[in-house]
């Protein structure tokens, strides 16, 4: 390697690592004695794998927070106990890095971490969500062996009010640059204006170093679409102030005629490339970032316009967290997520209530989606890691975030926080307001091109009536209601200014709070857990949220398609849900929720013969008939009624071996059918793998969705079973799943129950490309066996 000629590299150190863990803290010194280390490749959420721990007898529910959602001791953190993950790994330089800069990058360690070399120590996170870098040139060791040490702490239960999991989840990374002349940390600040579909003017910003006596540096900038043609490629020059550590420079300013514009139909992608050269003309260093040409406009006249054209946030708010994966990040987990989002109309994810991985903000980029890019929970030491004090975190990480992420196209609003100004009586006794104004005005030092809010109760306020919202509301740019979107009219009159968002919204009460909003003027709305996750569970066994759309597996339930059936209004659809049980209600964030379960099987068994259900047909049809076994029980209209729009209720349908149809009508025509049969015994079992371009990078995976099958061919949801995988080849099995959030199985290891008729296997690649055989077993069924294959 000519590090004369060579710009930046990125060598990866996922692979590779050895782990210990412990629910107690083991000193740096007792952890260098242990011997029985666990060899594991990163990401990695050691707690995952971890026992549940089951509430003791006399552990009862907390409700001094209603925020907090406190049930047993454990029941917001998953019910996994907390504890500390040591991880090691052996680093032997290349003779190739020498004389150059060297940085020890992690993009986050769950939910504290510290970072030791050679048995010092060299940096550290408190607050895990966040990634932080380490200049280790000078003590990097060349010729031997270097030993890097991590330690991640997930704290104390009451350090954070969902499950967080714990460890190095995210990526780890040393970067090469040149030691004189570089671009700093998110270097890249990429802006657009005066957009239209002819023309747009693109700036280009970037920060850098110079540690030589020079005045002038020469910097080249490159544009290119995303089909890979040139639209921009100029060189320049700039003066560098050495007086300064760092630079910041406009290095290109140029228009785009007829600009391919960023939308969520149609998200194209620029790629920005900046390169810093030399004064003998090699080339220094050189970034790249993708970003995107469009144009968003707020206004309480209409909400939220994109190119020109008006769209509603049809949003989800949801953990980071990936199901039975943990917290451990994986792409194409992410990717599976956002495909089934947007089948089901979502266009918008709200990053509850910390930042999510780069990663994933680039799929949000990829797939269209607009996202409201959330820092804090509550501006609470307890909730921002718990060993650092909040008031002295803020001033580092609101530059970190900001840097990171605001070159996405996908980001249009940032939030700083979530439901705290009830807390915020002190230090300042404003609710808030101060912390916010502070925040606000470092952040606009990064980035103005976005409005900036907070999402709260606007009417938690201390010793003051319910008539008026929280002082906090009126600083922020957009007025993020959490659930009370009841609210908006009444302050819409008082306040003509205001633009309002729900930055929440119940399962409950889907389909009212959507459409008793002005939704010609509102922003839009984000679900809460449209996605069921562990943490946050109701009580034992629930290990986790059960109130979604989608199952913990993304099995969507019967009443995703009442959500789908207004997120996407232009695509006719009927589906039959029926109510087979009927929970205790339970408090959310002073919200009632009701637990109901719901199924979309005809399998009630004979002693059930003439049983009395009640059951909906959601539909955005004009009408909807419904027919058990050829006959019809009438048809009712959809009421246009927003509390009961697009969910017909049926009462006293009596159960009878055979089928159940939904056949809905617009203009007296048929558009939609849903028909649901009685099923015969499980006979079989079948797979379907979804990852047909399966990398052989150590890190992609493939989710294999196992069902059980009659004899003609149809999903029997009441099989049960449990199934068994074995897989050879270059993969290997890191989670399985079913659905079932109550299950005390663990989410690894190499079997799993049917749930509703199914479960899930889910492979990661092994680095070198091969042929993989995954089997499934399960007694008195035939079993499968697919053949893929990793590239």
């Not at 490339?273 to 968003?296: C, H, I, P, W």
């Amino acid at each position: 390697m000519d590090k004369k000629n060579t710009p930046r590299s990125v060598v990866s150190l996922n692979n590779g690592w050895q782990f210990h863990g412990s629910l107690t803290d083991i000193s740096f010194e007792d952890i260098k004695k242990i011997s029985a280390w666990q060899t594991v490749n990163l990401p990695h959420d050691f707690q995952i794998s971890q026992p549940w721990v089951a509430p003791a007898a006399d552990e009862k529910a907390d409700n001094r927070d209603a925020g907090a959602n406190i049930r047993s001791r454990l029941s917001s953190r998953g019910f996994k106990e907390m504890g500390i993950g040591w991880y090691r790994k052996d680093i032997r330089p290349e003779e190739s890095w020498r004389g150059k800069r060297i940085l020890l990058d992690f993009e986050g360690i769950m939910l504290v971490g510290d970072v030791y070399l050679n048995g010092k120590h060299i940096g550290k996170t408190d607050y895990g969500y966040l990634g932080f870098e380490i200049d280790i040139t000078k003590d990097l060791k060349f010729g031997e062996d270097n030993v890097l040490m991590v330690k991640a702490n997930t704290q104390q239960p009451l350090n954070s009010r969902w499950y967080t999991g714990g460890g190095i989840y995210r990526d780890v990374n040393i970067t090469l640059t040149d030691k004189d002349e570089y671009f700093v940390r998110h270097p890249l600040y990429i802006t657009t204006e005066n957009v239209t579909d002819r023309n747009a003017t693109v700036n280009v910003q970037a920060e850098l170093t110079c540690n030589l006596k020079v005045e002038n540096l020469r910097v080249g900038t490159k544009v290119t679409d995303q089909q890979g043609n040139i639209v921009y490629h100029k060189f320049n020059t700039i003066k560098f102030d050495r007086r300064m550590r760092t630079n910041e420079h406009r290095v290109a300013k140029f228009n785009i005629d007829n600009p391919k514009l960023w939308s969520c139909e149609t998200p194209n992608l620029y790629t920005a490339e900046v390169t810093l050269y030399r004064e003998d003309g090699s080339v220094a260093d050189q970034v790249t970032k993708r970003f995107g040409v469009r144009n968003v406009e707020f206004s309480p006249e209409f909400g939220l316009k994109l190119n020109g054209k008006k769209v509603l946030l049809k949003g989800i708010a949801n953990h980071h967290s990936l199901g039975a994966l943990g917290a451990a990040v994986y792409p194409r987990a992410m990717e599976k997520r956002m495909k089934l989002l947007k089948d089901f109309g979502f266009n918008h994810i709200r990053t509850a209530h910390n930042p999510y991985s780069e990663s994933f903000l680039d799929l949000c980029d990829e797939y269209g989606f607009l996202v409201v890019d959330e820092l804090y929970d509550k501006w609470l030491t307890q909730y921002a890691g718990g060993r650092e004090e909040w008031t002295n975190l803020w001033q580092h990480d609101v530059p970190e975030f900001v840097k990171r992420d605001r070159n996405h196209p996908s980001i249009v609003v940032w939030s700083l926080g979530n439901e705290l100004q009830q807390y915020w009586n002190l230090p300042y006794a404003d609710w808030g307001v101060t912390a916010y104004r502070l925040q606000k005005e470092l952040l606009k030092r990064y980035d103005k091109t976005r409005p900036i809010t907070v999402a709260m109760h606007p009417r938690y306020r201390s010793l003051e009536t319910d008539s008026l919202p929280a002082p906090l509301v009126h600083e922020t740019d957009i007025a993020s209601y959490n659930y009370r979107y009841m609210y908006f009219p009444s302050d819409s009159r008082r306040f003509p200014n205001m633009m309002f968002y729900q930055s929440e919204a119940n399962t409950s009460g889907m389909g009212p709070n959507y459409f008793e909003m002005d939704l010609d003027k509102v922003l839009g709305l984000a679900y809460w857990g449209m996605i069921d996750y562990l943490g946050e569970s109701q009580g034992w066994p629930e290990k986790g949220w059960c109130q979604g759309v989608f199952d913990i597996s993304l099995e969507p339930k019967p009443n995703a398609y009442f959500l789908k059936s207004y997120f996407k209004d232009d695509e006719p659809l009927v589906h039959i849900g029926i109510i087979a049980s009927d929970g205790d209600s339970f408090m959310w964030n002073d919200e009632k929720m009701l637990k109901r379960r719901l199924v979309d099987h005809w399998n009630f068994g004979k002693d059930n013969n003439n049983k009395e259900f009640t059951l909906y047909t959601y539909t955005n049809a004009d009408e909807v008939e419904l027919r058990i076994n050829g006959k019809s029980l009438g048809r009712k209209q959809n009421d246009k009624n927003p509390k009961v729009r697009n969910r017909v209720k049926w009462d006293k349908v009596k159960y009878e071996p055979g089928y159940i149809e939904a056949i809905a009508y617009t203009d007296g025509k048929v558009v939609a059918r849903h028909k649901i049969e009685t099923t015969g015994e499980a006979k079989r079992l079948t797979a379907t793998a979804d990852n047909s371009d399966w990398k052989a990078d150590g890190k992609d995976l493939q989710h294999i969705r196992v069902l059980a099958l009659d004899a003609k061919g149809r999903r029997v949801q009441t099989a049960k079973g449990k199934v068994h995988f074995s897989v050879e080849g270059p993969a290997e099995i890191i989670a399985v799943t079913n659905g079932d959030n109550a299950s005390d199985e663990l989410a690894v290891g190499d079997s799993r129950n049917l749930y509703n008729g199914t479960c899930t296997v889910i492979l990661r690649s092994k680095q070198g490309a091969g042929k993989v055989s995954v089997t499934a077993t399960c007694d008195g069924m035939k079993p499968v066996k697919l053949q893929l294959a990793t590239k």
